[in-house]
Structure formats: structure tokens, C-alpha cells
């Protein structure tokens, strides 16, 4: 088959559809919960408890989710690629409807394990079944402190249906019921639109286009104010009522304890980024120059550069693999089983998900990647984003469930390093200055993206917590300090068009999760890093960054990247990250001037 049709081989989990396997193994995961439950309830944070009797809990917990967790995966999987059939929603459902039974059995198993005396888990640590699971139970007992009564923790969850749930459900709710009307460029009238549409425009040729499209998008968000701002008004209380229940000594603590970073670090991360603010604004400079504009506008920061190449996805293909296969054979293959073992779903069609995303799967089943292929250079960068999540869990599936995963801010270290793998690999290959022009703008534009407007994310998300504890907000308030934290990251760089106050009312982040943003700038800055590494060390690095792949989440970040000489603690580490950016603009600037 050509290779743009490319779909996935799911055969490998489930024959088809009406397989009787996926029904039994989701009832017997159910079974295997409540006799788990049976087995273990109150034995656990009992003083009583033997090495053996809680590696023998593990491990059923462990064996009861794998088995659930399959079915699970494939009814997502068939869901993904077509969500208009109404087999797959119904897989879905059933799914997810005894998974949430399986949770109500499983919960009292955490509960119990953060209450086991620090003394006696400290001893059951030194056992080696224990220790194998020892990050895992590490980094959830970190939460213990703050974990209050069984009867209270069950009551708030029961409250937060009503409370921040529900203002997240009404935020989700009423964005995604937002249609626009919108003349499309080169389109004869006005047509309905989806506010995704109308950000697409933003990477669009036609200035005017550009501009019309996100002021369009935003004061349909203004228009919604008053419901908007008390979602976020909400939202920020709910959160400062939570750090005062449980006494959390601040309110990034929740984030530093799941993310597993420490405040004295994040802090110094973001002074330099900030320190570091002036590396984008020359770039915008070099933007405003190559677009021939005389001041360049936000809405301008996407805009193409010209005739985009087109890709045919055979060429993308070979491209990917042949930049990993130059750092080493054995991440290109791994890499080539997906295409081989038809484990990569390319072309965008009517009911399947948009963007693209690598399926991490199980230990001992791989993972799978579903693409949008269109064909231009982004796509190309995507693939090499996705097929590098991809090596990742493959490389890790010797880990057991609950460390197989990176831990949170190293989520994307395996994919921006395949990203950086692919651009350096195009870049030394390439005898046309525009094409070299355009990638390293691609680059340089998501380093920006992850790194400097992150931290302003971030910043902006603190201001608005601290305002919160003085009182209500009002949308004005929102969009005055929105304003003063882009105006310290664009300067006169960039102009920001009036609609833009509105800027911050439709970052689902804010909504969905505390102080997430600032993960993106730790996890760009270090694997820019890495990269440096590699480029110091050559061949010898390749080894220890494929024992970081496959060490998956098996112990925290410090500990899984000092064996690469990577110290988090080190001041002068974040700066280095930035001394890379500058290299590939100084690069650019000389692509430019020959432009004179
Ligand atoms: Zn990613």
C-alpha cells in the first residue's frame, strides 16, 4: 500500500470488534478488583505488614490493571481513528463505566499506602521486591502530609462534582459551543467556523486574515465575560481553599510534588528565562525583516515565509529515520517497527481525532502513533516528535506499570530531542538557504513557543493567584496583568492588537491544571541540553541517553539524568540552554544577512 495509507494493525490486541476476548478480560479486571479488594482491604496501613505481603499486593494490583487497561487502550485506539461509529462509542462506554467501578474498589489500596508509618516503609524499602517499586510509592507517599481523613477526602471529591468540576465542565462546555462567522480567505462570503479554524489562520499568508481571525476568535471571549471570569474567579479560589485544608506551604506545592521539582529551582529557571527575554525579541526582529513588514504584530509571530516543500510521507519517512539512524541505528530501528509492524495511523480522515499522539500502551505492548499527514513541514517535524515519544516507551517497556512512564517534565525530552535530531539532519543537508531559513524559524519559533511564552503562562497564572487572595477580580483585572506580562516578553517588539487583552480567557490550561506551564520550559531547556551534550561527546553520549530512554520513570528526574552529567541544581545550567538558542539564531542571522 502507498505509505499515506497507511492505518493501524490492531490485530496484535484484539482479532476484531466482536472478539469475546475483550469482554472477558474487562469482566475478569473487574473480578480481579474486588477480590483484590477482598485480599487486602485494612492489611496494608496495619502494622503487620511484611515485604512479602505487600510485594504480593502490588503485584496483583499491577496484573488486575494490565488486564483492564487493554481493552481499555483498544477501545481509545478504534475510538481515535473513527469516533462516527457508534461500535467504537460503545466499546468506550462500556469501558469506561467499569473502569470507574474498578477505581471505587481499588482506591482504599493508595489510601492505605500513604499511611503506612514512614519508620516501617523506610524498612520494607530495603527489601529489593519492595524497592523495585520504590519510586512509584516514593513520589505518592510524597502527597501524604496533605492527605486528610478518609470521610473528609470523600466528601470533598463528592463536593468538587459541584464545585471546581463543575466550573471546568461550564468553561468546556460553553467554548467549545462558540461558532463564528468568517470569511476565509479566497472563500466568496461568510461561512461558519470553529474557533480551531480560525487559529489555524494564524499560520496563514494573508496578513489581514491573520488579524481578522483571532480578533474574531477573542471578542466572542469578551462577549462572554461575565461567565468566563467567574470560571476563572472560581477556579482560583477553589484552589486557595485547598491550600489552606491541607496546609500546603504554598500554592505550587501540589505541582512541585507531581511534577517532582523544587521550588528554588523552578524559580531560577524562570529568572533566566526571563533574564533571557531579549533572545525572542531579536528573533521577532529577524521575523519582521524576512516578512518586509514595518511593525510586526502578534498575530504576525506564525505567519509562513513563503512557498512551503511539500513532503510526500515515504520522504518523511526516510527523513526521520535516517536523522535517527545518524545519532544511532538502534533508535532508527525501533523507530522503523512502527512503519513495519503498521503501528502508525497517517492520513487525516472524516471522525478521526485531530493533531497527533503517540499511544503509550503497556509494558509488553507497544505503543502505537496516530499522524495527521498533510504534507508540509510541520508534519514532517511531527512525525519526528511522535516517532521519538514512540522509542521512548518502546525503549522502556522492561519497567514495571507504574515507572514505565517518564516522570511528568521529562514527558517530551525523547521528542523534542527527535525534533532537534531531524532539523540539524535537514539543516546539513540542504543546499537552499530559503528552505534553511524556514527550518530553523520553525525551530527557533517553538523553542520561543515552549520556553519564553510558557514562562510568561506561568507568571501571569501566579499574578492572578496572589491578586485572587486580595479579592474578586474583575475580566479588566485579568486582562491588565495578561498585558503586563506579554508586554515584559514582546517590549516594542511587537505590537499586540487590541483584542488581545482577551488573551488569557481561553487557556484551558489555567483551567484544567495548576501551574502546568512552567513543565514545557523544563522539559525544552533540558533536552536542548542534552543535545549539547551530544554534540560535546559525540558517539560516547549515545549509549547513556538510551539508558535514560530506557530507565522510563523508574526513579526521579535529578537521579535519572546525573549519571549524563546533567545537575539540576547547577545556577548556571538553565542559562546554558539559552547560550543553544542563541547559537541557531546567530546561524539564522547569517542565513539572513546573505539575504542583503
Ligand atoms: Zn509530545
Not at 341 to 365: H, Q, S
Not at 485 to 490: I, Q, S, T, V
Request: proline residues 5%; contains cysteine.
Amino acid at each position: 500500500m502507498p505509505p499515506t495509507d497507511l492505518t493501524w494493525d490492531l490485530s496484535p490486541l484484539y482479532a476484531d470488534t466482536d472478539d469475546p476476548r475483550w469482554e472477558t478480560e474487562l469482566t475478569e479486571a473487574r473480578d480481579q478488583a474486588r477480590q483484590f479488594r477482598r485480599d487486602f482491604r485494612g492489611r496494608i496501613a496495619s502494622e503487620r505488614l511484611s515485604a512479602d505481603l505487600l510485594v504480593a499486593a502490588i503485584g496483583n494490583f499491577q496484573a488486575l490493571q494490565k488486564r483492564g487497561l487493554r481493552p481499555y487502550l483498544y477501545a481509545q485506539l478504534l475510538f481515535s481513528v473513527d469516533s462516527s461509529q457508534a461500535r467504537h462509542r460503545a466499546l468506550l462506554a462500556r469501558v469506561r463505566e467499569l473502569w470507574t467501578a474498578i477505581s471505587e474498589d481499588t482506591l482504599f489500596f493508595e489510601l492505605e499506602l500513604l499511611r503506612i508509618d514512614q519508620e516501617r516503609f523506610l524498612s520494607l524499602l530495603k527489601d529489593p521486591e519492595v524497592a523495585a517499586y520504590g519510586h512509584w510509592l516514593q513520589q505518592l507517599r510524597g502527597h501524604a502530609p496533605y492527605i486528610l481523613s478518609e470521610e473528609v477526602e470523600q466528601a470533598l471529591k463528592r463536593k468538587d462534582l459541584t464545585g471546581r468540576e463543575a466550573f471546568v465542565q461550564l468553561f468546556e462546555e460553553l467554548t467549545s459551543s462558540f461558532r463564528y462567522r468568517f470569511q476565509f480567505p479566497g472563500e466568496e462570503s461568510e461561512r461558519e467556523a470553529t474557533g480551531e479554524e480560525l487559529l489555524a489562520l494564524l499560520h496563514h499568508p494573508d496578513r489581514e486574515a491573520r488579524e481578522r481571525a483571532l480578533a474574531v476568535f477573542l471578542e466572542r471571549h469578551a462577549e462572554h465575560g461575565l461567565t468566563l471570569t467567574a470560571c476563572f474567579n472560581n477556579i482560583l479560589l477553589d484552589h486557595a481553599k485547598e491550600v489552606d485544608l491541607r496546609r500546603y506551604p504554598d500554592i505550587m506545592t501540589p505541582t512541585h510534588l507531581s511534577s517532582e521539582t523544587e521550588p528554588a529551582m523552578v524559580e531560577r529557571m524562570m529568572e533566566v528565562t526571563e533574564a533571557n527575554y531579549g533572545l525572542a525579541r531579536e528573533y521577532f526582529e529577524v521575523k519582521r525583516r524576512l516578512l518586509g513588514l514595518e511593525q510586526l504584530k502578534n498575530t504576525d509571530l506564525y505567519a509562513p515565509l513563503g512557498e512551503s516543500r511539500e513532503f510526500s510521507f515515504e520522504a518523511a519517512q526516510e527523513l526521520v529515520l535516517a536523522a535517527f539512524a545518524g545519532f544511532s541505528p538502534q533508535l532508527a530501528e525501533t523507530a522503523a517497527a512502527f512503519f513495519s509492524e503498521r503501528r502508525v495511523d497517517v492520513a487525516p480522515r472524516p471522525g478521526k481525532t485531530g493533531g497527533a499522539f503517540c499511544m503509550g500502551m503497556l509494558p509488553g505492548t507497544a505503543p502505537y502513533l496516530l499522524l495527521n499527514y498533510t504534507g508540509n513541514l510541520r508534519d514532517v517535524a511531527t512525525l519526528a516528535h511522535e516517532l521519538g515519544h514512540g522509542v521512548h516507551v518502546a525503549l522502556s517497556q522492561g519497567q514495571n506499570l507504574f515507572q514505565y512512564q517518564a516522570p511528568l517534565p521529562m514527558a517530551e525530552t525523547a521528542s523534542v530531542f527527535g525534533e532537534m535530531l531531524l532539523t540539524r539532519h535537514l539543516l546539513d543537508r540542504e543546499p537552499d538557504r530559503r528552505v534553511k531559513i524556514e527550518l530553523l524559524c520553525a525551530r527557533l519559533e517553538d523553542v520561543i513557543a515552549t520556553t519564553f511564552r510558557q514562562n510568561m503562562l506561568t507568571r501571569f497564572e501566579l499574578a492572578v493567584h496572589r491578586r485572587r487572595a486580595e479579592g474578586l477580580l474583575a475580566a479588566e483585572d485579568y486582562s491588565e496583568l495578561w498585558w503586563e506580562e506579554n508586554r515584559k516578553l514582546f517590549g516594542e517588539a511587537v505590537e499586540m492588537i487590541p483584542a488581545y487583552r482577551w488573551g488569557w480567557s481561553y487557556i484551558s490550561h489555567f483551567i484544567h491544571a495548576r501551574f502546568y506551564c512552567y513543565s514545557y520550559v523544563f522539559g525544552e531547556l533540558l533536552t536542548l541540553a542534552l543535545y549539547q551534550k551530544y554534540r560535546e561527546e559525540g558517539n560516547s553520549f549515545v549509549p547513556k541517553y538510551l539508558e535514560l530512554l530506557a530507565a522510563g520513570g523508574s526513579r526521579p528526574p535529578k537521579e535519572l539524568l546525573r549519571p549524563l552529567g546533567i545537575d539540576l541544581a547547577d545556577p548556571d545550567f538553565w542559562q546554558k540552554g539559552y547560550d543553544f538558542v542563541r547559537e541557531l539564531l546567530e546561524e539564522l542571522k547569517g542565513l539572513v544577512g546573505e539575504n542583503k
